[in-house]
């Protein structure tokens, strides 16, 4: 493969430079200087007003994109909150997928780390539910396996067994009972409530699923929630209740206790899809 | 032989682009529809309702993949993740043709999602010849190349897009996908003759033409696909479909999407004229093709 002509690489660098810029290139001279020297212009636009439609249509496009996939956070934030921060976002996390879909995927952790947002434990409660519902969208499809097949394990079989989770099941721990909070967005963006209420305080230990082709979610016990975790980080079953067991400062019994039950609607809402016997 | 000829491409009549407004009702109830084009990289996804849609168009109508990202144009090397994933689409979908654009939209490991134009330079026609015979090797498929509205002109270019498109084409022995307002948008931000335009481009390579409407910013156009087509470019789509016979064509509506009768009526416009500029006889006249 012969590499790309200089002039070429010379050209897509510069302008890849001047399109992310955050501000009209007519304010700044020296890009005005480089964008000039790129583009031509015409009668009606100078070439610098040319390359800055390309700029514009940058931003557009991607604080759009965002906007879509968080607008309960674009909600809580403000028309010019979410503006701010996608542009910081988007600064420091520029598009490196060929599909939008991908654009959004470090903004809880962004928001998590960045003042003023991480000052504001709603802004990563919102960010991460919303982040779980583009994961669990489009995850990849899976089989589930009924109780039955659990079931008729041999109990001795039960400790090594490793639980496949189906790949759509997204774990959201929010420090806010505010898994409605999009719905209440939604809500105010159709103008039928003039504000949105704060939500309570957590914690709430939510589970987001792909059901039936549609996305869905449900708020369960903290030890079933560690359970989940554990098992989706790939530990064996009995070391996975252990682990669960322990972080939600259950008791060995408790836990056994629940444990029927937790499967029972696991596999009735098709989170399991496979029960892997050791060896 | 023909472009067309030669991969068995025939014509598919008047379709409409596939967006999620109408899934319910297409889906559904299966409207009269010639075809559909799908944007490739929406169904580039691992699994869920991307991927059964698609499946459900997929029984019902012709669908053919239209990709955004390619970036045949960049001066990185070409995403081999997208490619690969656009290949297993590709082979699933089985379509007649795939598409994107004369363009680029990233450097240096970055996606703009942009389809920025090129300068229109001999270096630049060979850099992305090169890159379209891998890209139609590796997929094993005929593909071709969509002309883009642009909103710059550049410095370095030394002939007109016409050029350089057929240039690439007849070069990299590919298709054409003419997208008669993006010419249209195209000829009015640079002042070009669109009809000089559709007159150059090499007829037996257009497998597909595009229609869409734009938006009037003042100072320029731009391609927003929010609107109906307008007269002008109605008059360019005759103008092609009279060089070009029977080529598959697609009304593109994303922004503003209207109902579906609307939609609907526009596929059946771009029906009417077609079939009237191809009633008058106007066959094909003989392309002259470069040796
Ligand atoms: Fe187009």
Known sequence: MSPAPPSLVELQTSLMDLLRRDASLSTDADASARAAEIATG?????????????????????????????ESLAALLGEDGFDALARAYLSAHPPTSFTLRDLGHALPAFVAERAPWRDDALVADMARLEWAFVDAFDAADATKIELAAIASMPEDAWPLARVRLHPSVQLVEMAHVAEDYRSQARKLLAGEISELPRPEPGPRYIVVFRGSEKLKYIDVDRGAFALLAALRDGHALGDACERAAATAEMTEQTFQEALGGWFQSWTSWGWITALERAG | MSFRKRHGIGDLGVGVGFRTKHYPHVLETKPAMDWFEVISENFLVAGGPPRANVERLKDAYPVVPHGVSLSIGGNAPLDDDYLRRLKAFVDWLDPPWVSDHLCWGGAAGLHIHELLPLPHTEAVAAHVVERVKRVQGFLERPFALENVSSYMTFRESTMQEWELLSTIAERADCGILLDCNNVYVSSRNHTIDADAYIDAVPADRVVQIHLAGHTDKGKYLL??????????????????IGRCGAVSTLVEWDDDIPEWDVLSEEAATARRLRASVLSRGASPRPVEVRP
Do not use: M, P
């Not at chain 1, 015409?42 to 996939?69: C, K, S």
């Open chain 2, 223 to 240: 391609d927003t696909h929010s609107d109906h087509v307008c007269d002008a470019v109605w008059k360019l789509y005759e103008r092609a």
């Open chain 1, 42 to 70: 015409n009668d009606r636009l100078t070439g610098v007003e040319q390359v800055d439609i390309y700029r514009e249509q940058y931003f557009l496009r991607h604080v759009g994109a965002l906007r879509e996939d968080f």
